[in-house]
């Protein structure tokens, strides 16, 4: 079942590369996308077995970004064929220029869209931080295409950014393996295994400076891959600039994978007896991050780079969240399903409104309540639920970081975490609404045929967001307690 959640998609993504018909890519995409899910929710009931000597296995952490991953690659794969249908042949002239859809285009973007939920599959399969390496690596190389997707001189900015940014970010983390390995080795003994289960039972007896500059490069490295400030500065032009289906799956998904990362490493340092240097360092990126997001979201013109920002403040409360420990990393896991579902059903909708009103200028939107009923009254609601308000997912995991940090008695901490939330909520609160109410211009006109999944999808991951604010079934609790424990918490 392990190598069958890797291999669907990437084999899938490969022939989508090759096929020329419009209608069977698009087929095969959602048919790739549901086998794939399928088998991630079927690893719950029966657990897949380990394969490779234990490179390639699933524990409590790995099932929860596996199946949030699949699930999410499952609704954007409607979107994208909505999306991509309503793509071909109109011109976007307002931030593109002579820009025509063609066969070729989408079979890229087809196929990277595959080959990108096949690297993120293995990301969060891999036990062995090696091969785990190689896997965020490839989610870069496998999404860069999707960001250069509309061939405009912003989005190759964009996309060169990305690559250059991450691939530093990724060299780093590579630094800190082999700071690792050194940790791990003992002359005259048998050759270092980089197995997640190996690192643990043997980590009293790991080198503690060179485990503590593993965690630092490795910190560095896949949290410039995560968005934790102030080595987000690829982040608002890629999120940006990608169509909005990407900008999803780049912001619910991609972000988790460095996240798990962090976490790995995260795990051995606490195995290890570090937990209070691993821990302050997360905290300090953490605040420094919703630090550096309520700077920049305040004022902010353009809403695709707001809801960016937005992405690099929620990782930073991922951080805190892991930080604190205790009953913060629960709160922690909660909020990676929460910002996921949200974000994602944002990016869509901010996708709905840039395919009609033609700008990602804030200003330049108003009456999308009039114009996109469901889309401007969606807009709304996940503005709520991405500043943390009642009674949407988000709220219940910010508050049980909140709780965390009051029941440890770091008040400052508290203090800071909900100042810069207010801060974040004056400042999106502001544009947001605006381009909802008010009344639109005469030269809006929604185009015929817009596919039925383009309100469908999001309206779906809204009803998600409300539900996981009101009930959160037993199975996932159970689920999230036990990755909380393997991150320390009793």
Request: glycine share 8%; proline share 5%; charged share 10%.
């Amino acid at each position: 079942m392990i190598v069958l959640l890797v291999l669907i998609p990437a084999v899938s993504g490969t022939a989508a590369f090759f096929i020329a018909r419009d209608p069977l890519r698009r087929m095969l995409l959602v048919s790739a996308a549901m086998v794939q899910a399928a088998l991630s929710v079927a690893s719950w009931i029966v657990p897949p077995a380990p394969v490779l000597s234990g490179w390639l296995a699933e524990d409590a952490l790995g099932r929860l970004f596996l199946t949030l991953t699949s699930l999410l690659f499952l609704a954007s794969s409607f979107y994208a064929v909505a999306y991509l249908r309503g793509e071909r042949g109109q011109p976007h002239s307002d931030f593109e220029e002579g820009f025509l859809f063609s066969n070729a285009r989408e079979a890229s973007f087809t196929g990277c869209l595959l080959l990108f939920l096949a690297a993120m599959s293995l990301v969060t399969l891999s036990q062995h931080l090696g091969l785990l390496w190689v896997a965020v690596e490839a989610t870069t190389l496998a999404s860069a295409p999707l960001i250069y997707f509309h061939r405009h001189h912003r989005s190759l900015e964009a996309t060169w950014k990305y690559l250059l940014i991450c691939s530093v970010g990724i060299a780093l983390a590579l630094l800190g393996c082999f700071f690792l390995a050194v940790a791990a080795s003992n002359p005259g003994t048998a050759p270092v295994s980089l197995v997640l289960k190996d690192l643990l039972s043997d980590a009293p007896h790991l080198n503690p400076l060179w485990l503590k500059a593993a965690f630092v490069l490795m910190l560095v490295g896949y949290g410039t891959k995560m968005g934790l400030a102030p080595f987000h500065t690829w982040l608002p032009d890629a999120h940006s600039e990608a169509p909005s289906v990407a900008s999803a799956l780049l912001s619910g998904a991609l972000l988790n994978c460095a996240f798990l990362g962090i976490l790995r490493i995260h795990q051995i340092c606490l195995a290890s007896g570090l937990a209070d240097f691993s821990g302050r360092l997360l905290l300090l990126f953490g605040l420094l991050s919703m630090a550096v997001a309520a700077i920049f979201i305040t004022g902010q013109v353009d809403y695709k780079r707001m809801l960016a920002y937005s992405s690099v403040e929620h990782m930073g409360i991922l951080a805190v969240g892991v930080g604190l420990g205790g009953a913060g990393l629960f709160g922690a896991m909660l909020h990676v399903i929460n910002h996921s579902l949200t974000k994602a059903m944002l990016f869509m909708v901010a996708g709905n409104l840039l395919a009609v009103y033609r700008t990602k200028t804030a200003k330049d939107v108003s009456g999308a309540l009039r114009v996109l009923p469901v889309s401007g009254l969606l807009w709304i609601l996940g503005l709520l639920a991405i500043t943390g308000s009642p009674p949407f997912g988000p709220f219940l995991s910010e508050l049980a970081i909140l709780k965390a940090a009051l029941d440890q008695g770091r008040a400052f901490i508290a203090i800071a975490y909900l100042i810069f939330l207010a801060i974040i909520l004056a400042g999106m609160a502001t544009p947001a609404l605006a381009m909802a109410q008010g009344t639109p211009s005469d030269s809006i006109v929604v185009p015929a045929g817009r596919g039925f999944a383009l309100s469908a999808v999001p309206t779906i991951l809204g009803a998600a967001i409300l539900l996981m604010g009101l009930y959160v079934p037993p199975v996932l609790t159970r689920t999230l307690l036990e990755a909380a424990r393997l991150l320390g918490h009793s």
